[in-house]
């Protein structure tokens, strides 16, 4: 094992039971989770919940938002390559397509894909507020796809006043990317407009190391908008736009890797928005609120072997209510229909009921409860539950602990096939998943070292495999493992932040190691303030070996262990301009995050943003 990877390990671990869950950059600031259908404050959730805020994102310099949430616990992400490279997110080990995606509370998972995964490989994380990442089964909450956890992304919401903000950087590859907002808001009515623009000659997706030279180029532009009116006191009413383009060149399949230099690129256009209407003041003893919402992604693969195009589309009307039932009951209620569609394939829908409740019999007491029966229009009924507890019996220490059930319906493809080489199979059943967790939680020092460590099972059945002629109910896996996050601030000026996830994932039918889920990794992140103008963050990241598929050039199956080092640095001019600066890779380390596919060596970006009110 080398020195670096004796380093993280040895480092994370010790910390992991000294921090928080959230990393946020405003630690007086209560963060409230709202993924959890009940608003909760961070600190009393009875689920497990990670957050990064827009303050985390802004500090540590993210392009890309998968590369941030690759660092909390319990989060695994694979990319096809870097700059744009399709990118799956995997919760606890369980399976891309078994991690439900919310913008702004519109599911945008792929349903043109074979499985109903979402590609994060474009993502950019500019303009987003708060990204909450609920790990475990959360259908109770969300309904299907949300076996392995539920990965909410919130946008920035409209402010009252005039404001805005600018940024702009380049550096290493020739990566260009620039962005913006800009805030109105007088009396009654606010809105917010947002967008960025990335371009970049990149690397090769192919591994430049395996005779590869040819560089891929990315370019990519996005634009999100929301507003608000207040029509009263107790009736608001919000709309919400996402417009996204990527253009991505992949490389082409090689016998070898897997993968070699070729031509072949990816176009992709992804559409999500809405408008919602609430009754009832947020304070109030009873709030309901009825959302229409919409999304739809268009893509298109060019490649060797011919064009590919795909267009799926989700349309879904919501009601859902809370209530106060006195000081220590919370309850909330709802209805759903989802209706997903893929052009030239067919149509699905589900009906959805769901009633959640939260009991305080003490105060150091927290129980939830849940059910929820959605209704399939191809395979009939699924039904459910979830329960949590959380039990602090002195101030700043305590258990939480829950269990809850997942499904996942099959996706179109799966059931309709395509007509040529994939036969249709009507009687797939969804897949389904109980999971449970219990983790211990304290906090130190007056307050200035806090943190969580816990253990987690997930099992699932029915999963869907490509048999014979198409897909069918044949699989079983099982996760299990250990998740710890933690924080110190050694000086008012100085913190650590710290996760660790230790994860054994096996296909329960053959007894073999689960693809693309490393048995452990690990995070470490230190945060200086130099002085009142200079701040400085280091993120160090762990990545234990990992299975994946077998090759000619790569016949064990394996992806060797990496660690990676990236710092970044920034300057406040003045109150409105800020400078900043960034070294990712930092000791040039040579690594694979799928088989084949390449990665940055050591680069170097710089940038400006301006803020103004």
């Not at 439900?100 to 474009?122: C, M, Y």
């Not at 230099?261 to 209407?277: F, H, I, L």
Request: hydrophobic letters at 40%.
């Amino acid at each position: 094992m080398s020195s670096r990877v004796s380093f993280f390990l040895f480092a994370c671990v010790a910390l992991a039971p000294l921090s928080a869950v959230a990393q946020s950059a405003d630690r007086d600031a209560p963060i409230v989770v709202t993924g959890t259908r009940l608003p909760t404050a961070l600190d009393a959730a009875t689920a497990p919940v990670s957050v990064l805020t827009a303050a985390d994102l802004e500090r540590r310099q993210t392009v890309f938002l998968a590369d941030a949430l690759a660092t909390l616990p319990g989060v695994t992400i694979s990319r096809n390559g870097a700059f744009g490279g399709q990118t799956s997110l995997r919760v606890r080990g369980a399976s891309s397509q078994q991690t439900l995606v919310l913008i702004d509370g519109v599911a945008v998972n792929d349903p043109s894909g074979p499985a109903g995964g979402f590609d994060a490989g474009a993502l950019d994380a500019a303009d987003i507020a708060r990204v909450e990442v609920l790990r475990g089964p959360q259908s109770t909450l969300w309904g299907s796809d949300a076996i392995g956890g539920v990965v909410s992304i919130i946008t920035r919401a409209p402010e009252p006043g005039v404001s805005g903000r600018a940024f702009a950087e380049g550096g290493s590859y020739g990566t260009v990317r620039g962005g913006g907002g800009i805030n109105v808001g007088a009396g009654a009515f606010a809105a917010r407009l947002g967008g960025v623009v990335t371009t970049s000659d990149g690397i090769s997706k192919a591994d430049a190391r395996d005779g590869n030279p040819e560089k891929d180029g990315y370019d990519a532009h996005a634009l999100d908008g929301r507003a608000r009116y207040a029509v009263s006191p107790a009736v608001q009413v919000d709309a919400f736009a996402r417009y996204a383009h990527s253009k991505t060149d992949t490389d082409s399949f090689g016998f070898v890797t897997g993968v070699t230099d070729g031509p072949d690129r990816a176009e992709q256009t992804e559409r999500s928005g809405g408008v919602s209407a609430r009754f009832g003041a947020e304070d109030a003893r009873l709030t309901q609120r009825v959302t229409l919402a919409a999304a739809d992604i268009d893509r298109t693969s060019f490649t060797t072997f011919g064009d590919f195009p795909a267009k799926g589309a989700r349309t879904s009307a919501r009601y859902e209510g809370q209530a106060r039932l006195g000081g220590n009951v919370r309850t909330a209620f709802g209805a759903e229909r989802e209706r997903t569609s893929v052009r030239g394939s067919g149509a699905s829908t589900v009906d959805g009921l769901f009633a959640l409740a939260e009991i305080r019999p003490a105060d150091t007491l927290t129980l939830t409860a849940g059910v929820r029966r959605d209704d399939h229009s191809r395979f009939g009924d699924v039904t459910t539950t979830r329960l949590g507890v959380r039990y602090a019996p002195v101030p700043a220490f305590g258990l939480r602990a829950s269990w809850g059930e997942g499904f996942k319906a099959p996706s179109i493809f799966q059931l309709l096939g395509d007509g040529v080489f994939v036969a249709p199979n009507p009687n797939l059943r969804p897949e389904r998943a109980k999971g449970w967790d219990v983790a211990l939680f304290g906090a130190w020092l007056d307050g200035r070292a806090s943190g969580e460590i816990g253990y987690f099972s997930l099992k699932s059945r029915d999963l869907i495999s490509f048999g014979t002629v198409g897909y069918v109910n044949v699989a079983r896996a099982e996760s299990t493992g250990v998740e710890a996050s933690g924080r110190i601030e050694l000086r008012d000026d100085l913190s650590l932040d710290a996760s660790y996830t230790q994860t054994d994932a096996t296909d329960a039918t053959t007894g073999a190691k689960l693809l693309r889920v490393p048995e452990r990794s690990a995070t470490l992140e230190a945060d200086w303030r130099a002085t009142p103008r200079l701040g400085l963050t280091l993120i160090g990241r762990h990545v234990g070996e990992t299975r994946d598929l077998v090759v000619p050039a790569n016949p064990r199956g394996r992806i060797a262990a990496w660690s990676r080092l990236d710092a970044a640095a920034r300057y406040q001019l003045t109150p409105k301009l800020e400078l900043y600066a960034r070294i990712e890779n930092v000791t040039d380390e040579a690594y694979q995050e799928v088989f084949g596919y390449g990665t940055p060596g050591r680069s170097a970006y710089a940038g400006v943003r301006v803020r103004f009110e």
